[in-house]
């Protein structure tokens, strides 16, 4: 992973990077920032096909809004062969969602991708997955064996009723959650995507509910997958942006997403950049 980093420049949230690679995408953020259409998205795939080059480093896409793009890079990967993903992130990002693809719902096309072995979202601890809201999640990948919650402080043992406790992996600490991941880590080609909203507020603040993550956790997660890192991301930055759709705005709304601006956005976002710095040291450590 020692090629360039690239900047999906979406929305103008990102500090400078060490040899970086910027793509300016801004016209491209009314229609992707938080769920896009499926037509949009194979535009903006047929776009990044013109201009991303084959090779190049850990991607970094900006807000947390947009994480469903990881799908067209994942897509990319997948036409060189077999891998698993693995995504570090405080939502399973499986959940329902009607019109197109949105932040949340992502992973579920992920784990249909015939490439795709499996994928193991670490770090979960959004009540997304609990019984309440059970109804919310696809479950056709949880039960084909292509999907993994790794969570925390959740209750999930309504999955056992579905015949589904092995694709749920509850644990006490992160510390535990990790360590168990790292023991069974399946040495194979792996695609790393990092939503920073799994980190506890103290590590970098985002404008989702954050996990317990601490910085070492992600590190310990990286380095077990270093020599079979086939790709990565990186998003969770935070950055103000009023939707020209109404329905945008109510669905994000919905999510009860705090508006950040003046001096407390520039604050987040210098502690957002100085842990981009040390999360990009690692991956192409």
């Given at each position: 992973?020692?090629?360039?980093?690239?900047?999906?420049?979406?929305?103008?949230?990102?500090?400078?990077?060490?040899?970086?690679?910027?793509?300016?995408?801004?016209?491209?953020?009314?229609?992707?920032?938080?769920?896009?259409?499926?037509?949009?998205?194979?535009?903006?795939?047929?776009?990044?096909?013109?201009?991303?080059?084959?090779?190049h480093g850990t991607v970094?896409?900006?807000?947390?809004?947009?994480?469903?793009?990881?799908?067209?890079?994942?897509?990319?990967?997948?036409?060189?062969?077999r891998f698993q993903v693995?995504?570090?992130?405080?939502?399973?990002?499986?959940?329902?969602?009607?019109?197109?693809?949105?932040?949340?719902?992502?992973?579920?096309?992920?784990?249909?991708?015939?490439?795709?072995?499996?994928?193991?979202?670490?770090?979960?601890?959004?009540?997304?997955?609990?019984?309440?809201?059970?109804?919310?999640?696809?479950?056709?990948?949880?039960?084909?064996?292509?999907?993994?919650?790794?969570?925390?402080?959740?209750?999930?043992?309504?999955?056992?009723?579905?015949?589904?406790?092995?694709?749920?992996?509850?644990?006490?600490?992160?510390?535990?959650?990790?360590?168990?991941?790292?023991?069974?880590?399946?040495?194979?080609?792996?695609?790393?995507?990092?939503?920073?909203?799994?980190?506890?507020?103290?590590?970098?603040?985002?404008?989702?509910?954050?996990?317990?993550?601490?910085?070492?956790?992600?590190?310990?997660?990286?380095?077990?997958?270093?020599?079979?890192?086939?790709?990565?991301?990186?998003?969770?930055?935070?950055?103000?942006?009023?939707?020209?759709?109404?329905?945008?705005?109510?669905?994000?709304?919905?999510?009860?997403?705090?508006?950040?601006?003046?001096?407390?956005?520039?604050?987040?976002?210098?502690?957002?950049?100085?842990?981009?710095?040390?999360?990009?040291?690692?991956?192409?450590?």
């Amino acid at each position: 992973m020692a090629s360039a980093p690239v900047v999906l420049d979406l929305d103008g949230s990102l500090g400078s990077l060490p040899a970086r690679l910027v793509l300016p995408l801004r016209e491209w953020e009314e229609a992707l920032r938080f769920a896009a259409t499926w037509r949009a998205m194979r535009r903006f795939g047929a776009t990044l096909d013109a201009i991303l080059p084959e090779r190049h480093g850990t991607v970094f896409m900006g807000s947390g809004d947009f994480h469903h793009l990881s799908l067209p890079l994942i897509e990319r990967r997948g036409r060189e062969g077999r891998f698993q993903v693995v995504v570090l992130d405080n939502h399973p990002d499986n959940m329902r969602f009607a019109w197109g693809v949105h932040c949340g719902s992502w992973v579920r096309r992920v784990a249909a991708l015939e490439q795709v072995s499996h994928v193991h979202v670490l770090g979960i601890t959004s009540s997304d997955i609990g019984a309440r809201r059970a109804w919310e999640n696809y479950l056709a990948p949880l039960r084909r064996g292509k999907l993994t919650y790794w969570s925390l402080e959740v209750d999930v043992s309504w999955a056992r009723r579905l015949g589904m406790a092995a694709r749920f992996r509850p644990f006490a600490t992160p510390d535990e959650l990790v360590d168990a991941f790292c023991r069974e880590y399946a040495q194979e080609p792996t695609y790393l995507s990092i939503d920073k909203d799994v980190f506890a507020p103290g590590v970098a603040r985002t404008n989702w509910d954050q996990g317990v993550f601490d910085e070492d956790h992600a590190l310990a997660v990286i380095n077990a997958l270093q020599g079979n890192l086939v790709g990565s991301d990186v998003t969770g930055e935070i950055s103000a942006y009023r939707y020209r759709n109404p329905v945008k705005r109510w669905l994000s709304a919905l999510d009860d997403q705090p508006l950040v601006g003046g001096a407390e956005l520039a604050g987040w976002q210098a502690g957002q950049h100085a842990l981009n710095l040390r999360l990009l040291e690692a991956l192409r450590a």
